[in-house]
Structure formats: structure tokens, C-alpha cells
């Protein structure tokens, strides 16, 4: 997908005949690191131990929204040692041309009922707020035991919905980002650690 779902700034403008295109197999190192490899692990680790402080002596499910979140539920997954499955969920926002609409539709439901359940939604980038409210609401309506949310970044300069996670990785400016699970036009989610794009980076093809 070019433009990723719900990250505001990771969006980008495409269609300039003035920019340079470059092939898709390259991967730029010399893209800044935002966070790396050891922050990330860091964070991450700590996370999992709070999940292990608040639902100790429970089981948890942790629900991936894909595809950002999927390194990173990886890796949370293994941090956190109560009983703990995951399941994944995929949701799209749609509008004119490039620009989301702010309607967001599920493209992939759960596998398993979530009644009764503790389920955290992990996400990689908690942004407008717009799909994470969309499936809090959606999620609510099957009755799980609680619902909280892990995501691994939080832009809130770019909040249009009054949602907050409970579990945050690290707070960052509005700056579009790729590595760790996310992406731009699918690439760069190989990217071991989190790095900034530059603005004048020239498009894929």
C-alpha cells in the first residue's frame, strides 16, 4: 500500500514529474535513525513487563493490526511472559485520490471471539486516532473482559479522535517514518531500526 493507513505525515504526495525515481531495491542507510534496534528492544521489554504487572495471573490477547504492527507484536509477544495468545486484524481507510476520507472499513476480522477476553489492540503508530476508535468501537460490541491499547509510536500533534493507548513506546514529532514493520509504497519494513525519510526523498517504481 502507498499510502499506509492512519499516519497522517507518513503520507505522501506522488505525481511530482520533477522527482527522481529510484528502484525499490534499495534500502537507504543513510535515512536518520529516529530509535534504534537497542531503544526499541528496550522499550519493548519494558512494555512487557507492565503487561506482566497489570494482568498477572490472566491470560491476554494481543490483537496486531496489520501490517505496521506486525515486527512489533513479534517482539512484544516475547516480552511479556502471562499467558498470552494474538490474533490480527486489518482494516483500510478509502476517500478521494490520495487523501484518506476518514471512513475506515475492516478488510480482515478476528479468528477467534473475543467475549470475555483481555485484549490489547497493538498498533505501530497511534496517529488520528480514526481506526484505532473504529475498532475499540467495533471490538466493544463482542464483549471482551477489558480492551486496552499498546501502540508503539503516538503522534499527538496529529490527533483528531480523543483516544490515548495505555501502553506507549515512545512519543515523536509529526514525521513520516519507516522500518520496524512500517513502510513506504511496502518497502522499508525490513529496516531493522526506526528512521526518518527525508522530505525530498524521490519516489519508487
Do not use: W
Not at 67 to 85: H, M, N, P, Q, Y
Not at 132 to 147: A, T
Amino acid at each position: 500500500m502507498l499510502y499506509p493507513k492512519d499516519r497522517g505525515s507518513n503520507k505522501r504526495e506522488s505525481g511530482s514529474a520533477s522527482r527522481r525515481k529510484v528502484s525499490p531495491s534499495a534500502i537507504h542507510n543513510d535515512f536518520p535513525v529516529l530509535f534504534s534496534e537497542r531503544q526499541i528492544a528496550e522499550r519493548t521489554a519494558e512494555i512487557g513487563r507492565q503487561i506482566d504487572a497489570d494482568y498477572a495471573g490472566k491470560s491476554v490477547v494481543l490483537v496486531g493490526v496489520l501490517k505496521g504492527a506486525a515486527i512489533f507484536l513479534s517482539d512484544l509477544a516475547r516480552a511479556i511472559t502471562v499467558d498470552c495468545t494474538f490474533d490480527f486484524v486489518a482494516v483500510s481507510s478509502y476517500g478521494k485520490g490520495q487523501r484518506t476520507s476518514g471512513a475506515v472499513k475492516l478488510i480482515k476480522d478476528l479468528d477467534q471471539p473475543i467475549e470475555g477476553k483481555n485484549i490489547i489492540i497493538v498498533e505501530d503508530i497511534l496517529d488520528t486516532g480514526l481506526t484505532l476508535c473504529f475498532l475499540r468501537s467495533l471490538f466493544e460490541q463482542h464483549k471482551p473482559g477489558s480492551l486496552r491499547v499498546a501502540a508503539l509510536l503516538d503522534k499527538p500533534s496529529r490527533r483528531l479522535e480523543k483516544i490515548e493507548a495505555d501502553y506507549v513506546g515512545f512519543k515523536i514529532p509529526n514525521h513520516f517514518v519507516v522500518g520496524y514493520g512500517m513502510d513506504y509504497a511496502e518497502r522499508f519494513r525490513n529496516v531493522a531500526d526506526i528512521r526518518l525519510m527525508p522530505p525530498d526523498y524521490p519516489e519508487l517504481h
